[in-house]
């Protein structure tokens, strides 16, 4: 049986193993607090994101490019879609 890790299409980056989670977490590490949006905000823009039909396999999102959890995160942060 093969070993390869499967990654579904709607994976965010914090869904894709522990790489994608190393990944993330240097990101929201140099982004200052105040420039954080609050967990609930984050998290309701995620699971937007998460049903979204661009959303990327490799967690970007295909209108703007960036992965979505770190356009998510930013307070003034915004949807290129406008979908938050
Ligand atoms: S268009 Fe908006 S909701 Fe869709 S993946 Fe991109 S950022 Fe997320």
Redesign the pocket.
Known sequence: MSEEKRICRKCLLSEQGEEGRVQLDKYLAVIHKEDKADDAVYEK?LE??RT????SVDAT????G?Y?EF??ILRRGK??????
Do not use: D, G
């Open positions: 823009r937007r994101c979204c039909e661009q959303l999102c295909l209108s703007c960036c979505v356009r998510a949807c290129p879609k406008h979908y938050w």
